[in-house]
């Protein structure tokens, strides 16, 4: 049985600014999206991913 995509990271936050020291993410669906761009803009493309995903789950808190 396949139990989704698999974290693990070191995430604190100071002053507004989410900073993640580790994030490991097995999840072979997205590593193929991301791998379709130069390796460049891979840092670029996750900062807005995290910040989409955040974004979306806004409200959601107390559910």
């Known amino acids: 049985m396949d139990e ?3 974290t693990e990271s070191g995430i604190t936050i100071e002053d507004g600014i989410i900073y993640i020291s580790a ?3 097995q999840d ?3 590593a193929a999206i991301l791998a379709q761009y130069p390796q ?3 840092s670029e ?3 807005r991913a995290l ?3 955040l974004n ?3 409200g959601g808190v107390d559910e």
């Open 51 to 53: 910040k989409i995903g």
């Open 45 to 47: 493309m996750t900062r």
């Open 56 to 58: 979306y789950l806004k």
């Open 28 to 30: 072979p669906k997205a």
């Open 40 to 42: 460049a803009r891979w």
């Open 23 to 25: 994030l490991y993410l």
């Open 4 to 6: 989704g995509p698999k």
